[in-house]
């Protein structure tokens, strides 16, 4: 499971975007790929499974204070 918790960011246009740290595109990308695999019947093999590890070490290296705990 992937969990991104950030501030409550303003949309008032179409144009904004929001603000998601470059180094989790990967992991966010995986992670959404094993998430639909099952719906297009696409297999999941052991390479896509080092891949989505890889993705989240690489990610929760870049700033291991925020990635490791968090307050609910």
Known sequence: ???YLEHIQDFTTALDTP???QEWYLALAWGLAKQIAPMFNA????VMKQNVA???????????E???????
């Open 66 to 72: 925020r990635s490791a705990m968090f307050f609910q």
């Open 43 to 46: 297999p999941w093999n052991e």
């Open 19 to 21: 603000e998601y740290p």
């Open 54 to 64: 890889m993705a989240l070490a690489i990610a929760q290296k870049k700033e291991p």
């Open 1 to 3: 499971m992937l969990t």
